[in-house]
């Protein structure tokens, strides 16, 4: 079974609260339940993590290389300055798709730029939670396409 991890950054605890015309009324609990119960159909083990610690964010990442097949990550504000989290996501094979939940194009000069995309291999934006399970079927798919061709 294969393992993927989904990581969220800072205020993504708030979800459900924080700016609900941005970000919805969905929590990040009931995001993480229904994308468990995808991910179990989809035969994936899927294990979530929250921090608004960029050095734990970090860490994690660098697990991710040694213990999962997938990342996930919504990196939050981090997405725009954090070269530490460009550089962790850099430092490990696994691959790793970034999601946003609101158009980050569609807001703020300084959200339009990702300084962690560069590493990814994709960034899924705009479709609210949607685009988590998105992402998954994504890794999915370059997880067991590689497999297939090892």
Do not use: W
């Not at 989904?6 to 979800?15: A, E, F, K």
Request: aromatic letters at 6%; one cysteine or more.
């Amino acid at each position: 079974m294969n393992r993927v991890l989904l990581i969220n950054g800072p205020n993504l605890n708030r979800l459900g609260k924080r700016e609900p015309t941005v970000y919805g009324v969905e929590t990040l609990e009931s995001l993480e339940k229904k994308l468990d119960i995808f991910a179990k159909d989809q035969q994936v083990e899927l294990h979530c993590y929250q921090s608004n610690h960029e050095g734990e964010i970090i860490d994690k990442i660098h697990l991710a290389a040694d213990n999962y097949d997938g990342v996930i990550i919504n990196p939050g504000a981090f997405t725009h300055y954090s070269y530490a989290i460009l550089d962790a996501i850099s430092s490990i094979s696994t691959p790793v798709i970034e999601v946003h939940i609101s158009n980050v194009h569609a807001r703020e000069s300084f959200r339009h730029v990702s300084v962690t995309a560069p590493a990814t291999i994709g960034q899924i934006v705009g479709l609210g939670t949607y685009g988590y399970k998105l992402a998954l079927l994504a890794l999915i798919e370059k997880i067991r396409g590689s497999e297939n061709n090892e």
